[in-house]
């Protein structure tokens, strides 16, 4: 080998030498990139759960604002979000994986809270004028929690949350598939619970007795569809959502 092969030699390891910094440092670099990649995205997940945490506590103060007033609505809320949540599952993933369905189904009669004392726990039957005013607690609902600027669809489910498949409910005489799924779906697990739950009036009935009932509706009060759904969860999964399981 000549001197000159000599220097080419030394010169080429040179280039490798800085070649194989250069890629060092770019490495080191994208490793930096990756850890803020890491970080922001950790810092964006926590902001979003407080979010979502902040969502729920509105939520939960809405509903606790009703049942403040009437000690029956507070665990009938839980209990029919409960049933209703585990309908959607069955019936639509994607909206029961949405919050709001969850919120809309907890906040279905956070209008009666513009209900006097005197409608609200009234023991005997309702007058015409004392019914008109029941009736608007879906509307008045659906202003409360649409006024939250971030609960549209769960202000969706309050408002028809009384409507029924025929077309006889309220306030709006919505019918069939013009009603949204998810104030379909709360419409059976409202009655479910309400059928199964002790009043002072009346002993609960059990779970055959008010499968049957619906079953009877179906097609006229509900969305028969639904009622089929209901049937395919046991009553053993529907008494653990009745305990909070
Ligand atoms: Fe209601």
Redesign the pocket.
């Known amino acids: 080998m000549g001197e000159g092969d000599i220097a080419t030699v030394e010169l080429l390891k040179g280039e490798l030498d800085e070649r194989r910094r250069e890629a060092g440092q770019r490495e080191r670099q994208l490793e930096r990139y990756a850890s803020d990649l890491r970080e922001t995205f950790k810092a964006e997940r926590a902001r979003g759960e407080q979010l979502r945490a902040s969502y729920v506590a509105t939520v939960r103060a809405l509903v606790n604002a009703v049942e403040a007033r009437d000690a029956y609505t507070g665990a009938h809320a839980d209990r029919v979000a409960a049933y209703g949540l585990e309908l959607t599952w069955l019936i639509d993933p994607r909206l029961a994986a949405d919050p709001q369905t969850e919120f809309g189904f907890l906040l279905?009669?956070v209008g009666k809270v513009a209900l006097p004392d005197g409608i609200l726990h009234k023991p005997g039957r309702l007058g015409p004028e004392e019914r008109r005013l029941v009736r608007r607690?879906?509307e008045i609902g659906c202003e409360i929690v649409g006024g939250t600027g971030f609960l549209t669809d769960a202000a969706q489910i309050v408002r028809y949350?009384?409507e029924q498949w025929d077309g006889n409910g309220y306030p709006d005489g919505l019918a069939g598939d013009k009603i949204p799924l998810a104030a379909r779906i709360f419409a059976v697990a409202d009655t479910l619970d309400a059928m199964t739950t002790d009043r002072p009036y009346r002993p609960g009935a059990s779970l055959a007795e008010a499968r049957a009932e619906i079953r009877v509706l179906a097609g006229t009060q509900f969305d028969p569809d639904i009622i089929d759904r209901l049937d395919e969860i046991p009553d053993a999964r529907l008494g653990q959502l009745r305990e909070g399981v």
């Open positions: 279905h009669d607690h879906p949350h009384h």
